[in-house]
């Protein structure tokens, strides 16, 4: 029995297409990410004010924290998986490739694709193709 998985991902959502034999799944999972915001310095050449560069420190601290939690999210759904494509527009899915070396589970991923961003039904040819034997 072998139950494989395709994943798109970007920082906003993850589209998982989970394929056990015959059977095939797919759930989506929002990341719940603020927006980034853009801090403008306030006089040309006068640089960042203190609190600027703080303030710019702890959204970045929360982005952080929000990305692990969002793919603590998503590892937590790779139950039994016995191998994984990984797909995304961004710099998303190689973030998430080496979260999951960190977890011990890099072996698994038996490839990663760069795609632009895909309706859930294209997702889950674009699974299908990659895992359909020849």
């Known amino acids: ?29 929002k ?17 960042n004010k203190p609190h600027q560069v703080s303030s710019e420190n702890g959204r970045d601290r929360r982005m952080d924290n929000q990305l692990d939690q969002y793919y603590d999210e998503i590892i937590a759904q790779l ?25 011990a589970i890099p072996d698994l991923v038996v490839s990663v694709k760069t795609t632009d961003k895909l309706t859930d039904a294209q997702i889950a040819a674009e699974v299908r193709q990659h895992f359909q034997p020849v």
């Open 1 to 29: 029995m072998t139950k494989e998985m395709g994943l798109w991902i970007d920082h906003q959502r993850a589209v998982i297409v989970t394929s056990l034999d015959a059977e095939e799944a797919i759930k989506q999972v």
């Open 31 to 47: 990341s719940n990410m603020e927006k980034r915001v853009r801090y403008s310095v306030s006089r040309p050449g006068g640089g």
């Open 79 to 103: 139950t039994d998986v016995t191998s994984i494509l990984i797909l995304g527009p961004g710099e998303a899915k190689i973030e998430f490739q080496k979260r999951l070396e960190g977890h």
